[in-house]
């Protein structure tokens, strides 16, 4: 005898990745918002500025906590139901951990060290002032190099994404919009490895995020339509009954 067993019970965890992604790339923009601006790449005027700002670790944290709200969005996305056996989706959950891993240095890097290295520079005698600035200086290379390979694996880890959207069911621009968004962070990487913190580089980083905005959006709303859920299922399993042997 065989039992029709509607699939209505599914787990939630499309519209749980959606949120988690929208929220975490919003609170990420309202964070830089708020950090120092200048020509980051004349270190004697930027130093100055870093070392004047009293909300920098705040602001470096924020970003962290939302850097950590989007990789739990990019896990929900990778563990959904029909993605888990997937090989894609399995090395999508290793990036994203990577990612997330390389994001912490970075802003240990970014948010703590930099920050203690410019304020002891601002503080220095005129003897001691050459030597400071080598310093802070030496932290921001290896910056450029924390924020290089982060870009990069964030970058693939977004193009993994767009990959386990084309085995599934949901609309395809969404995959066209994450990956574009993967080719925007993998450009930064290069551009900040290479040459640092660049106009060139900046107008990538509002490319991603106008991308990234795009195909969150997108799943947002199609994780909210009744059946939306299902979608995330590899395409001959999205929607309808499971025959279960009684």
Same mark, same amino acid.
């Given at each position: 005898?065989?039992?029709?067993?509607?699939?209505?019970?599914?787990?939630?965890?499309?519209?749980?990745?959606?949120?988690?992604?929208?929220?975490?790339?919003?609170?990420?923009?309202?964070?830089?918002?708020?950090?120092?601006?200048?020509?980051?790449?004349?270190?004697?005027?930027?130093?100055?500025?870093?070392?004047?700002?009293?909300?920098?670790?705040?602001?470096?944290?924020?970003?962290?906590?939302?850097?950590?709200?989007?990789?739990?969005?990019?896990?929900?996305?990778?563990?959904?139901?029909?993605?888990?056996?997937?090989?894609?989706?399995?090395?999508?959950?290793?990036?994203?951990?990577?990612?997330? +891993?390389?994001?912490?240095?970075?802003?240990? #890097?970014? $948010?703590?060290?930099?920050?203690? /290295?410019?304020? =002891? %520079?601002? !503080? @220095?005698?005129?003897?001691?002032?050459?030597?400071?600035?080598?310093?802070?200086?030496?932290?921001?290379?290896?910056?450029?190099?924390?924020?290089?390979?982060?870009?990069?694996?964030?970058?693939?880890?977004?193009?993994?994404?767009?990959?386990?959207?084309?085995?599934?069911?949901?609309?395809?621009?969404?995959?066209?919009?994450?990956?574009?968004?993967?080719?925007?962070?993998?450009?930064?990487?290069?551009?900040?490895?290479?040459?640092?913190? +660049?106009?060139?580089?900046?107008?990538?980083? #509002?490319? $991603?995020?106008?991308?990234?905005? /795009?195909?969150? =959006? %997108?799943? !947002? @709303?199609?994780?909210?339509?009744?059946?939306?859920?299902?979608?995330?299922?590899?395409?001959?399993?999205?929607?309808?009954?499971?025959?279960?042997?009684?």
């Amino acid at each position: 005898m065989t039992t029709v067993v509607a699939e209505a019970a599914r787990p939630r965890t499309l519209r749980s990745a959606a949120w988690l992604l929208l929220a975490g790339q919003l609170l990420y923009i309202a964070m830089t918002q708020f950090h120092a601006g200048g020509d980051a790449n004349d270190h004697h005027a930027i130093f100055a500025t870093y070392a004047q700002n009293a909300i920098w670790s705040a602001v470096h944290l924020g970003q962290f906590a939302a850097m950590a709200l989007l990789v739990a969005g990019l896990v929900a996305l990778f563990t959904a139901p029909g993605q888990q056996a997937r090989v894609v989706a399995r090395i999508g959950l290793a990036m994203a951990g990577v990612t997330l +891993t390389l994001y912490a240095a970075l802003q240990a #890097v970014d $948010g703590v060290a930099l920050k203690q /290295a410019v304020d =002891a %520079w601002s !503080a @220095a005698s005129v003897l001691e002032e050459p030597a400071r600035f080598a310093s802070a200086e030496a932290v921001r290379w290896l910056e450029w190099g924390m924020r290089s390979y982060e870009d990069f694996a964030f970058g693939l880890t977004l193009l993994l994404v767009a990959a386990t959207v084309f085995g599934s069911s949901l609309p395809r621009p969404i995959a066209w919009l994450a990956g574009l968004s993967g080719l925007a962070y993998l450009g930064q990487g290069w551009i900040a490895g290479t040459e640092g913190f +660049t106009a060139a580089q900046s107008a990538l980083i #509002v490319a $991603g995020w106008v991308f990234s905005l /795009a195909w969150m =959006a %997108w799943l !947002a @709303a199609v994780a909210a339509r009744p059946g939306g859920e299902s979608r995330v299922a590899e395409p001959g399993m999205a929607r309808g009954a499971v025959a279960v042997d009684a």
